[in-house]
Structures are given as C-alpha cells and as structure tokens.
C-alpha cells in the first residue's frame, strides 16, 4: 500500500520560504505523478503543483507560479515543494498526493499523507 508522510510545515512571516517534504514509501516514486494540494480553513481543497512521472513534467496553480517549486529525489523517494514569497493567504494545511496521471484536480489521485499544517502570519 502506498504511504506518503508529508513534513516541513510550520509559521512563517509574510514574505518568508518554507520548505515542505514527502516521503515515500512501500513504492517507488518514479512510477507515480506527485501533486501537492493544500485546504484552508472552510475551503475546498486546491490543487497546487503537480510533476508528472513519465517526462517530470511540472505545472502550477496561477497563484503560486513562480513562488513554489516542485521537484523530486529519486535516491530519498522525497518529493518537495520549495515556497517561498509566502502570503497570509497560503495558510493551510498541504498535502502531498500520489496518482497516475499528472493533475491538479484531486479527484485524479488515490493516495494521501495526513498533511502538514502552514500558517504565514506576522
């Protein structure tokens, strides 16, 4: 069964960088697109990025394009996601998600990490 194990989360200041990673394990992530989604409070939860596995292809939501970077350690099986910029408005829990399709829509993947939380706040 596939488990992916999010960390890195935690408070930053408007306009600082945080870091988040997922871990992989009981697969190997190069079989597998990784998408990143993250759900505020009473919000729908929105596809952030995606890298796809056949070519590593990436894709970001319009409204982190050139704040987040995905990318992938095949020897850790680790996927990150590098935010920086952070705004209030990026607080929210961030998952990390594993499917066999690259998307941003969550419907298109079948397996979660439990999340980690956050919050951009002065």
């Known amino acids: 069964q596939v488990q992916l194990a999010e960390s890195g989360g935690g408070l930053v200041q408007p306009g600082g960088s945080l870091r988040l990673s997922c871990a992989a394990s009981?697969?190997?992530?190069?079989?597998?697109?990784i998408a990143w989604f993250r759900q505020a409070p009473g919000g729908e939860r929105e596809g952030v990025s995606y890298?796809?596995?056949?070519?590593?292809?990436?894709d970001y939501a319009d409204s982190v394009k050139g704040r987040f970077t995905i990318s992938r350690d095949d020897a850790m099986n680790t996927v990150y996601l590098q935010m920086n910029s952070l705004q209030p408005e990026d607080t929210a829990v961030y998952y990390c998600?594993?499917?066999?399709?690259?998307?941003?829509?969550?419907?298109?993947?079948?397996?979660w990490g439990q999340g980690t939380q956050v919050t951009v706040s002065s």
């Open positions: 009981r697969f190997t992530l190069d079989y597998y697109a």
């Open positions: 890298m796809d596995s056949s070519d590593g292809s990436t």
């Open positions: 998600a594993a499917g066999l399709i690259g998307s941003l829509q969550a419907r298109d993947f079948s397996s």
